[in-house]
C-alpha cells in the first residue's frame, strides 16, 4: 500500500524504527511488520511526502433487502497520482447501524427497512481523510432469481422493495438450458411450490424463483427412399437419451 508517510508516523508515535534508509527508488514490500506492539499488513511504498487525499467508496449497487449483504470497495487517491485498493485498511461507518452494519471488511449487512450512510476513513498519525458519504438502502423484502440448471445466459436482477409496494416477476430474459425450454417460475427447485408468470405481481414476501425447465423432443425423420424403416429404430429423443444405434431399413433387391 502506498501511503508510506502514514507507516512512518505511526512508527513515530511507537518510538520504533522499523523503515531504514530508503533513497532514489521506491521499494515495495509486502508482509506484516511489527511496530510497538501494532501489527500492520500492507505494500509500502517508499516515498515521503506522498499522502492520502481523498478515499471513494463504491459497490456494485445501493440497496438491498434485510439480512442481504453488499461488498463496498475503498479506492485512496494520492498525492503523488497514484490510486489504490485500501478497502482492507480503512475504518468503515454506517451512519445508522439498525439499519445497516459494515464489518472491518467493507462488507454491508442489512438489518431492518430504512436508510443509512456508509462512509470510510483513514487515520495517518496526524489528520484524519474520510470518504464523502454513500446513500445505501435497505427493504423489507427481496426477490431473487435462480437459474436452476441453466447452461447460458444470466438470472433477472434481484428486486428489492418494501410494502405497500409490489414488484413485476421478471422473464426469462437471457437465460438458457441445452435441450430444455424455460417454462415460468416456482418457489420450490423442483417445481412442487407456487408458480409464478412472467408480468405476475409479488408483494409482502420474499422470494426466491427457480426458473422451470420443460425438456425439448426431437423428432427424427427418416428418408427411405421407398425403403421400410427398423421397427426399432426411434421416432424422437432428448438430451437424455442415451446414445442411440440405428438399424438398417430394407428394401427388396437392395442393400443397406
Known sequence: ???????????????????????????????SFSCGGDTVETFLYAEPGVDLVSIEVTASRYIIAASGTEQFTAIGRYSNGLVEDITQYVTWHSSTPGVATIDAAGLVTGVAAGNTNISASLDDGERVVTSPSVFFIVTEYSVKYDGNGATSGTVPAEQCYSSPATVIVAGQGSLARTGYAFSGWNDAADGSGTDYAEGALVGGASLVLHAQWTLDTYTIT???????????????????????????ATKAGYTF
Open 222 to 248: 427418416y428418408n427411405l427412399d421407398s425403403g421400410t424403416n427398423d421397427p426399432g429404430n426411434p421416432a424422437s429423443y432428448t438430451v437424455l437419451t442415451p446414445t442411440i444405434t440405428l438399424q438398417p
Open 1 to 31: 500500500m502506498p501511503w508510506v508517510s502514514f507507516l512512518w508516523r505511526r512508527a513515530a508515535r511507537s518510538y520504533r524504527r522499523f523503515l531504514t534508509a530508503f533513497l532514489a527508488f521506491s521499494l515495495a514490500l509486502a508482509g
